[in-house]
């Protein structure tokens, strides 16, 4: 693997961290983004998991550049062990662009928040529970463009760093297409909400979809141009 996106990755995950207002909460998001945990991460940095958890915490002083080097680098190097996945989704990402008709918003929080709170600003109504409840970042997705325009393999790119996010699509009459087309993409994001429809319009085999793959499933029909400008707030 190439060093020059892990090295993109390394320099973004340490000025995200150094740069937060909240370094412990923000380290505390990449760890789990990376799905790994505490005490995978102590070990690698030959530490106790107490370490890890006093620094997200906030109960032990926030790390400095040298500590930072030093986590973010026992991240990449664990991933890498595991087969480099995250690097190189992050590097397929930066080689990626999107039309704005197609990608109305796209963003990585500095740390994660409750889904609940997601839903709130999206009026949203949660017709089936997922299996995680936390999102680290959205993308909002006209439906139509995407599923008439990207290529089935290229979907993969609406995850933009991370899948622990929340997809939106818009101008949904059903939900039939996108969520079909999520099931090409491997993982599934933590939830998935459909914009422009009643819970009663609902394609009648989107519950069961969701349950397989695991994903919180949604309905909102807020005000789109209301919601991207909270959105743009977060966290």
Not at 36 to 44: C, D
Not at 193 to 208: N, S
Request: glycine fraction near 6%; proline fraction near 5%.
């Amino acid at each position: 693997m190439s060093d020059e996106p892990r090295d993109d990755l390394a320099r973004r995950i340490a000025g995200e961290i150094t740069l937060s207002s909240n370094p412990g909460a923000t380290l505390r998001k990449w760890r789990t983004d990376f799905d790994i945990s505490q005490t995978e991460l102590a070990e690698r940095l030959d530490v106790s998991s107490s370490v890890i958890s006093d620094y997200e915490s906030g109960r032990r002083e926030s790390p400095g550049i040298g500590v930072v080097s030093r986590i973010v680098r026992a991240l990449l190097d664990i991933d890498e062990s595991r087969g480099g996945g995250r690097i190189r989704q992050y590097a397929r990402v930066i080689s990626a662009g999107f039309e704005s008709d197609i990608v109305h918003d796209l963003r990585e929080y500095p740390t994660s928040i409750p889904l609940e709170r997601f839903y709130e600003i999206m009026e949203a109504t949660e017709v089936v529970p997922g299996e995680r409840d936390h999102v680290s970042g959205h993308t909002v997705i006209n439906s139509i463009e995407a599923i008439t325009r990207l290529p089935s393999e290229e979907f993969y790119r609406l995850y933009g760093q991370s899948t622990n996010r929340a997809l939106v699509f818009t101008d949904v009459t059903r939900g039939e297409s996108p969520l079909v087309a999520l099931r090409v993409v491997n993982p599934t994001p933590n939830a998935v909400i459909l914009h422009g429809l009643e819970e009663e319009d609902l394609w009648e085999h989107a519950t069961a979809l969701a349950k397989i793959d695991g994903f919180a499933l949604a309905v909102s029909t807020c005000d789109l141009d209301a919601a991207l400008a909270k959105l743009r707030d977060l966290p």
